[in-house]
């Protein structure tokens, strides 16, 4: 058949499968104008045909005014593993454990992106400042990140899900952000724009090696450890905005915090205030669970934004 363009081809289909019964199905359908050109009206086929849609956008489902949706439970994070360790010892098994941790499959990271690929700049970034915190709308509309709209966007898109009013996203969604920013800069994680892993972590704080490209640390241990790390190695992040440290007992006190600061997280902070340099100009929230803490910091300050403290 000779299709000269789109709108030849939507009366084509039209015209020929007018009186047919038939099945059809659509298989990643991003787009509603692909939906529309393929499928414009009910009545195009004949009595009794069914057209299955598959999508990772359930708005453009629910834009059609579909007859039904049905979400296909995904696999498991073991289900996911179990065909790369199949056959193998329980040496090996752990040795690709951990490399997966650091570098996690390819191939399946490559299909997810697609879905990743298809954000706007600013649902790019809610995607990657994902932190399940009942506060994180407050912490992004504050970062300009328009989180009302882009939370909707990736729940709509299948990338988070909202249950029991808490945010929460796959583990390998949350792999495929962390595997894009380590692609940033594969060799020098101080000039990351987010860290997770600890030995980036302690590397990059020992050294002092950060860098303004940082703008979140993550980092929970669940077992304390001994750390030693620079006082003064915040000092270069002045794009830092996350900050989240557990289980570390540090040899020297921090001197310098970032002031742009908007989420920090130190559980087990060693000194008995905050640095007196530091000065919150956007912070949001405050956790400062079983650490030294007496008083905030010395002298008054002058904070407009926060909503919560924790201590």
Not at 103 to 116: D, K, M, R, Y
Not at 166 to 193: A, N, T, Y
Request: aromatic residues 10%; hydrophobic residues 40%; charged residues 25%.
């Amino acid at each position: 058949m000779n299709v000269k363009d789109v709108d030849n081809g939507i009366l084509m289909i039209k015209n020929r499968l007018h009186h047919k019964k038939i099945l059809l199905v659509l298989d990643d359908v991003n787009e509603l104008g692909q939906l529309n050109k393929l499928v414009a009206e009910h009545n195009w086929f004949g009595p009794g045909s069914r057209v299955i849609i598959k999508t990772e956008d359930v708005h453009l489902l629910m834009t059609r005014k579909v007859d039904g949706i049905y979400e296909i439970e995904g696999l498991s994070y073991d289900e996911v593993l179990g065909s790369f360790l199949y056959n193998r010892s329980t040496y090996e098994w752990k040795s690709e454990l951990d490399r997966l941790k650091e570098f996690p499959e390819g191939e399946i990271l490559n299909v997810l992106q697609i879905s990743f690929d298809g954000l706007k700049e600013t649902e790019k970034e809610f995607f990657l400042n994902y932190i399940n915190q009942e506060t994180i709308i407050a912490i992004l509309d504050h970062l300009e990140l328009y989180p009302k709209i882009g939370l909707r966007v990736l729940i709509y898109k299948s990338l988070i899900k909202l249950q029991n009013d808490k945010l929460w996203m796959h583990d390998l969604f949350q792999e495929m952000g962390r595997d894009i920013v380590r692609k940033d800069c594969p060799k020098d994680p101080g000039k990351r724009s987010r860290l997770w892993l600890y030995k980036d972590i302690d590397s990059v704080l020992t050294k002092n090696t950060g860098t303004e490209t940082i703008q979140g640390i993550v980092l929970k241990l669940p077992k304390p450890k001994e750390a030693h790390w620079d006082p003064k190695s915040f000092s270069k992040m002045h794009r830092l905005k996350f900050l989240i440290i557990g289980n570390f007992q540090l040899s020297h006190d921090p001197k310098h915090l970032p002031n742009d600061l908007v989420f920090l997280d130190w559980s087990g902070y060693p000194s008995k205030s905050l640095p007196a340099s530091f000065q919150p100009n956007e912070f949001i929230e405050l956790h400062m669970y079983c650490s030294n803490i007496e008083q905030l910091w010395k002298g008054t300050k002058v904070i407009d934004n926060i909503l919560q403290l924790f201590f």
